[in-house]
């Protein structure tokens, strides 16, 4: 893993665990068990970032067929899960499916392999993006 790919990855772990305080700071909900919450979101997103930039992304790096199957779920999960960004998890699973997408881009030289890899690409910038302004509007 390069020092670009670790700093994405503990940047994009980080955010998503920013975004679990900062959505637990700003609930005014008077439920007892918050911090059993807060703690299996950061436990789930910091599994999650662990299986994407310590397993998938090494194991894409290294495959000849690129990864970008992959990489669009990662993406699409990322994307879709935006709707419960205080998890953090938009920020882990779209980083790491633009990520996955970028290594299946370089791994293939097949078109259609890397116009799915680059569509991996965007959706998962895309979610990160999404993410920011859902956290911020909380």
Same mark, same amino acid.
Request: charged content about 10%.
């Given at each position: 893993?390069?020092?670009?790919?670790?700093?994405?990855?503990?940047?994009? +772990?980080? &955010?998503?665990?920013?975004?679990?305080?900062?959505?637990?700071?700003?609930?005014? +909900?008077? %439920? +007892?068990?918050?911090?059993?919450?807060?703690?299996?979101?950061?436990?789930? +997103? $910091?599994?999650?970032?662990?299986? #994407?930039?310590?397993? &998938?992304?090494?194991?894409?790096?290294?495959?000849?067929?690129?990864? /970008?199957?992959?990489?669009?779920?990662?993406?699409?999960?990322?994307?879709? /899960?935006?709707?419960?960004?205080?998890?953090? #998890?938009?920020?882990?699973?779209? &980083?790491?499916?633009?990520?996955?997408?970028?290594?299946?881009?370089?791994?293939?030289?097949?078109?259609?392999?890397?116009?799915?890899?680059?569509? @991996?690409?965007?959706?998962?910038?895309? @979610?990160?993006?999404?993410?920011? $302004?859902? %956290?911020?509007?909380?």
């Amino acid at each position: 893993m390069s020092i670009r790919e670790a700093a994405v990855s503990v940047l994009a +772990t980080a &955010a998503g665990l920013a975004a679990i305080v900062f959505e637990r700071l700003s609930a005014d +909900t008077g %439920v +007892t068990d918050e911090p059993l919450v807060a703690g299996l979101a950061g436990a789930v +997103t $910091v599994g999650f970032a662990v299986l #994407l930039f310590a397993w &998938a992304l090494p194991r894409a790096k290294s495959r000849d067929d690129g990864a /970008s199957g992959m990489a669009l779920v990662t993406s699409v999960v990322g994307f879709f /899960s935006v709707a419960s960004a205080w998890t953090g #998890l938009p920020f882990v699973l779209g &980083a790491g499916g633009a990520m996955l997408g970028t290594a299946a881009r370089r791994g293939t030289a097949e078109p259609r392999q890397r116009a799915v890899a680059g569509f @991996a690409v965007g959706l998962g910038v895309g @979610a990160v993006a999404l993410a920011c $302004v859902a %956290v911020a509007a909380v």
